[in-house]
């Protein structure tokens, strides 16, 4: 079946660093990819999508100079906190799309990444 | 924003009882969809329900769409300890693939 990952799974940082989360499709070729951010015990809120070779479209409120996003290649999408603040502390998803596929399920998630901004 | 809401927010019961789980939607919607997720981990896609459609069932699990009052309901049976998790209604509108996903429901079956 089709596999996201994304890595870090869990990452620690002191407040004013940037930290880089990568999204990657490993057995398909992912056209469009999604960020959603979620709090604890919460529901996912989309922040951002992202389109292979374009510019992202952000969700009204996220703003696009704190989560960069980057969609390079149709396997890979990245996404950087820049000047993270212990507000940003979340749990990151990506989901990626299967570009190969007309099935409206084919929406594949990555196992989240747990980040922790001191 | 988000549009989906569900009840119950939580959920417990006992291991062989059938569970029940509501959404509910605002704007029209292309087709609608349930999510699993267990603490800390991503989501899985369990079942995705068209507009035009009034019932589904996979294994066992069954949902329902009524349009009319936008809503949708999925039920498990005979629920098993392996099946708590947090369970998430998301609606898939005019742009294609975008979800949006509702607050979701915590259950936990008790063994």
């Known amino acids: 079946g089709a596999v996201v990952s994304q890595h870090p799974s869990r990452v620690i940082c002191k407040s004013g660093t940037s930290v880089k989360i990568e999204c990657r499709s490993l057995d398909f070729q992912a056209t469009t990819m999604f960020w959603y951010r979620q709090f604890p015990k919460k529901s996912l809120m989309l922040m951002a999508t992202?389109?292979?070779?374009?510019?992202?479209?952000?969700e009204q409120g996220v703003e696009k100079d704190k989560f960069l996003i980057n969609h390079a290649s149709l396997t890979l999408s990245t996404l950087t906190v820049t000047s993270a603040h212990p507000e940003d502390s979340s749990f990151y998803i990506c989901?990626?799309?299967?570009?190969?596929?007309?099935?409206?399920?084919?929406?594949?998630f990555g196992p989240g990444t747990r980040l922790l901004v001191l | 924003s988000q549009q989906g809401e569900e009840d119950p927010q939580a959920l417990s019961i006992q291991e062989g009882e059938n569970a029940t789980m509501n959404c509910s939607y605002k704007?029209?919607?292309?087709?609608l969809q349930w999510y699993r997720q267990n603490s800390g981990r991503g989501l899985v896609h369990l079942i995705l329900?068209?507009?035009?459609?009034r019932e589904k069932h996979s294994g066992r699990l069954r949902v329902t769409l009524d349009t009319s009052k936008k809503s949708s309901s999925l039920l498990i049976t005979a629920s098993r300890a392996a099946d708590t998790a947090s369970y998430f209604c998301a609606t898939g509108g005019t742009s294609y693939g975008k979800l949006t996903f509702g607050q979701g429901t915590i259950l936990t079956v008790h063994p």
């Open positions: 992202s389109n292979e070779g374009s510019k992202a479209t952000y």
């Open positions: 989901s990626a799309r299967d570009g190969g596929s007309t099935r409206l399920s084919s929406q594949y």
């Open positions: 329900i068209r507009s035009n459609e």
């Open positions: 704007t029209s919607i292309n087709n």
